[in-house]
């Protein structure tokens, strides 16, 4: 963990707080003229409105329990970078805890809509159930044991922690977060109680039992753990290609690429369709940038200064829409996945250049969980992908309706590269299916067999 990471999760906390705040009070006016309990059934127009409730709670709750969990465990976490990981993971923990609370009293006494909730929504992954194993998450034992150490140590040492925020504003953010969320997680002593005497503390508290600060950390991620376990997860898994692999796709990357990726194991892959779930748009590096004589862009100039690597590291950029927002990233992330797909645009030179030109414009804002295309204010994956190419030249997408929303997918693209329709696939790298990269017509065959393969998704 690096502070870059820190910095990340503390920025996704604020946003998504700020998120679950406009959400609750969408869903309180919806919810407000719903006649569905009344009439005994749901009107097209509200089923759609409360499947998307459903499916923005839950993109929103999968990011979080994805970044708790990204904490790993508390003994892979440098010692001076705990205050600010427990921070961000317990902001988190409190704002999971608050959003299934605040869906429990607004839907409780309302049974056909509880019903509802609880039916699968299969274009996102959303299993059927998922509502009543949220509600279940709350009256945990071992749940609320986990809360209590992260809870116990902020009370404690609400002094230090504020002191190590001091002067850094995404820190701040998240004790904001935990001051005006904190109190939904007061459950009596007693439940501690009975919680304490429910649960066996593992090896791995006990081996920090010295450490109040690690015991808390593995607490929170101990509870997100937990809160994942209904869907195949691997915390301690890494994500990461082969180096050669790896090397051999910085060779082949052009700028105005689309690598689309997967990462095993992880929770973000349980909202969306299919085996590849994410994309993004390979920038390439500063001077391949000024080659396409984009460097003085009005798009670009402002953000030409994130462009430039440090010297010694990586060079080659991606614009990247990932949980903390739209974001300048190094092309290793991307390349730390499991999956890699690269895929090409059929354009000319001119039209590439002009194309990232426009991505650029989008650098900076937060990320859709409502994955809605019809604004531009906020932006999922493949959503820079559409945004920067849509209109250039010949280029068309055509959106799918998805649970109410018009949408593109990952693998929407994918199928665009297999019929050669503005895109092309240039390599594919799945060792589910291939033990090495795989170019020209075997990369059609790769990915027609992850294509085909969604019961991994």
């Not at 059934?41 to 709750?61: C, I, M, N």
């Not at 001076?80 to 993971?89: H, I, K, S, T, Y």
């Not at 953000?303 to 739209?326: F, M, N, T």
Request: charge should be neutral; proline fraction near 6%; aromatic fraction near 8%.
């Amino acid at each position: 963990m690096t502070p870059d990471d820190i910095n990340t999760g503390a920025r996704t906390v604020a946003h998504l707080a700020a998120y679950f705040a406009e959400r609750k009070e969408i869903a309180r006016e919806m919810l407000a003229t719903l006649r569905a309990s009344e009439r005994g059934f749901f009107t097209p127009s509200e089923d759609e409105a409360v499947r998307r409730l459903l499916v923005s709670y839950t993109l929103a709750r999968n990011a979080l329990l994805d970044l708790v969990l990204s904490l790993r465990t508390a003994t892979d976490v440098p010692a001076e970078l705990r205050p600010g990981a427990f921070l961000v993971g317990y902001a988190a923990a409190v704002l999971l805890v608050d959003g299934a609370r605040f869906l429990r009293d607004a839907v409780h006494r309302r049974p056909i809509v509880r019903r509802k909730l609880n039916e699968a929504e299969p274009h996102f992954g959303i299993p059927a159930g998922t509502y009543e194993a949220v509600q279940k998450s709350l009256t945990s034992p071992k749940h609320a044991w986990h809360l209590y150490h992260a809870r116990q140590f902020f009370t404690d040492y609400e002094a230090d922690l504020r002191t190590a925020a001091a002067g850094d504003p995404a820190l701040t953010a998240c004790l904001q977060v935990i001051e005006s969320q904190q109190q939904t997680l007061d459950v009596a002593p007693m439940r501690y109680a009975r919680a304490r005497l429910r649960v066996r503390v593992g090896r791995g508290v006990r081996r920090l039992r010295d450490d109040l600060l690690g015991q808390a950390i593995y607490g929170v991620q101990k509870l997100a753990s937990c809160l994942v376990s209904d869907v195949s997860t691997r915390p301690g898994h890494r994500p990461g290609l082969p180096t050669a692999v790896a090397a051999q796709l910085r060779d082949l990357a052009r700028p105005g690429d689309v690598f689309v990726t997967r990462k095993e194991h992880a929770a973000t892959n349980y909202f969306l369709p299919g085996f590849w779930p994410h994309a993004a748009l390979y920038l390439g590096d500063a001077p391949a940038l000024a080659g396409l004589g984009i460097d003085a862009h009005e798009h670009v100039v402002p953000r030409w200064s994130q462009l430039l690597a440090p010297p010694g590291a990586e060079p080659s950029r991606v614009l990247e829409a990932l949980k903390d927002g739209v974001r300048i990233r190094s092309v290793e992330s991307p390349l730390g996945s499991d999956a890699v797909t690269l895929l090409r645009p059929r354009l000319e030179r001119e039209a590439i250049a002009a194309a990232l030109a426009r991505g650029l414009f989008h650098e900076g804002k937060p990320y859709d969980f409502d994955f809605d295309f019809s604004r531009s204010d906020r932006l999922v994956c493949t959503e820079v992908v559409y945004r920067s190419y849509e209109g250039i030249g010949d280029v068309r997408f055509e959106l799918t309706r998805r649970a109410g929303r018009w949408t593109l997918s990952a693998e929407d693209l994918l199928a665009m590269a297999l019929e050669r329709r503005h895109f092309e696939p240039v390599a594919v790298y799945a060792p589910r299916h291939a033990d090495e990269l795989a170019t020209g017509p075997a990369a059609d065959d790769a990915l027609r067999a992850t294509c085909a393969s969604r019961e991994g998704s």
